[in-house]
């Protein structure tokens, strides 16, 4: 039986909060799928017209690519962090509104980039809803991490400088979107290599910090 002292508050229980965290992230994920353009009756008459239409819509699936493995990996670090959390802080569910609705709102977004990738407008859309989601996630960190609720403080500090330079790095591509048009669309795969980067800078000082500390 469970002690009453070390019940969380009502409302702020870890495991509730992340399952339905978890429900959020899957139905944005699968609205992904539901905003792909569907062949008409006309596209589905033979093997040309399907191939047309697949061509004249390829941006719609790598759209919907993008975003699943963007939302995918903002869930999977999510994941990681309510793992490590003893209990949630005001804070954190504070912050967990804008992260879900961003995620849950990210579809729209997609849908519309995919259809006029080339409008400057839509890039700015995707990419600046993407960078407010990460914004999000980087603050529920923080706030966790500010609460003392982490067993691993240092592992989470380099989650936030991720979550950080992905969220400047989308909200650059925002920006320059405007004069770069379609072509600063193709700069978004290499988020990864944001985060690759980030985690090597990271490491860095922190071997630095630590060797400062030694010597002194």
């Given at each position: 039986m469970v002690n009453p002292a070390e019940r969380a508050e009502p409302g702020y229980s870890p495991e509730r909060l992340a399952f339905f965290s978890d429900a959020v992230f899957a139905i944005a994920m699968t609205l992904l799928a539901v905003e792909i353009e569907?062949?008409?009756?006309?596209?589905?008459?033979?093997?040309?017209?399907?191939?047309?239409?697949?061509?004249?819509?390829?941006?719609?699936?790598?759209?919907?690519?993008?975003?699943?493995?963007?939302?995918?990996?903002?869930?999977?670090?999510?994941?990681?962090?309510?793992?490590?959390?003893?209990?949630?802080?005001?804070?954190?569910?504070?912050?967990?509104?804008?992260?879900?609705?961003f995620a849950a709102f990210l579809p729209y977004p997609t849908a519309i980039i995919g259809s006029k990738v080339g409008n400057p407008v839509a890039i700015a859309f995707f990419a600046g809803t993407e960078a407010a989601l990460l914004a999000s996630e980087a603050m529920l960190k923080r706030a966790a991490v500010r609460a003392g609720l982490v067993d691993e403080p240092a592992i989470i500090h380099r989650g936030i400088a991720i979550s950080a330079s992905l969220a400047a790095f989308f909200l650059l591509t925002a920006i320059l979107g405007f004069w770069l048009s379609s072509a600063i669309a193709w700069t978004w795969p290499f988020a990864p290599f944001v985060v690759t980067l980030t985690s090597r800078i990271w490491a860095r000082v922190q071997a630095r910090a630590g060797s400062g500390a030694a010597a002194a």
């Open positions: 569907r062949p008409t009756k006309d596209d589905l008459a033979d093997s040309a017209a399907l191939l047309s239409f697949f061509n004249e819509n390829a941006g719609s699936f790598v759209a919907f690519v993008l975003a699943f493995f963007l939302l995918w990996g903002v869930q999977r670090r999510h994941h990681t962090l309510m793992d490590r959390v003893s209990g949630v802080s005001k804070q954190m569910a504070m912050w967990h509104a804008p992260l879900l609705f």
